[in-house]
């Protein structure tokens, strides 16, 4: 198989994501089915991820996402799975967006080599590569991820917020209002998002609801109490609730102490992809994680430490009705 690279150089993407940044069998697997399977979380390992330079081997990032989205569609069979995902998002011979994360910087940011491997897949499942858009807040947030600013129509495009600017009217929700960026409201039919997995410093816990911070003008109007209503608000607006189809969470690192930022001394490698669409469920399962390692180190629990993700709960309650956060509920499926 090509290296992730190569396949990008010689396809119609041209070099756009080539950046700083450098097979497991199918066991276990259950068929799920295209619609939406509230509390379905499939989780993928690989603890040999990472190469001796630092950063995760590529053709093994292919392999466990391959295990993955076998495991969220039920099919076997590369190209079928992702023609699956597409045609739930409705969104064949349209544009889909790459939801990335960079606002921790080089240390902590959505990894180069998954959203290759995203990219060629939905390249060979027949998505052209002027229909794919990786974006986040800005151009700085891409770069950090190993990234490379790119608009021509004619390749995969990579570009932020800050470039195409934010729509005029406010939307509400509850107790949160905030500006979309015209990139979810005018450019992407659907979005896959691709958070990292991270403690934060206000909220507990940021991964699949937090990161559509990173899609509206002042996320920061909607940090208070913790980020409760606000996360959970956001995720209820129909844009939000409509356009993010899948999340495909990075978990191959993480920080479990001193986020949103980067904190070396308080990185870990979980070395896991979490993929569902129930995004409640799959921030549940972030947070149990972080709990287990930070329990490992001698760390406080969320509560203790009075940062509980109470957001994950208020985004399951009857009124937002995001998914599932009951434990009883969340079926977790691990290959």
Known sequence: MKNRREFLKNSATGALLLGSQGAFGL?????????????????ARDPGLYAQSGQPDEKR???LLDRAMAAYTGRQNTVAAWKQVIARGNARDKVIGLKTNGLGGKGISTHLALVLAIAERLQQAGVKAGNILVWDRNARDLEVCGLTINTDPSHIRCYGSDASGYE?????WGASHARFSKILTRECAMVINLPILKDHSMAGVTFAMKNMYGVVERPQDLHADGCNPGVADLNAMPVV????????????????EGGPGFHPEHLWYPNALLVGDDRVALDQTAWEMLEKKRAEVGLPTFEAAGRLPRYIATAADAAHGLGVNDLKRINRVEV
């Open 168 to 172: 005029d009217q406010v939307e509400t």
């Open 241 to 256: 609730r409509e356009k993010i189809k899948l999340t495909i969470g990075d978990a191959m690192s993480s920080v479990y």
């Open 27 to 43: 066991s276990n697997i259950m068929a799920i089915p295209a619609e939406h399977l509230p509390g379905r979380v499939v989780i």
């Open 61 to 63: 990032v292919l392999d």
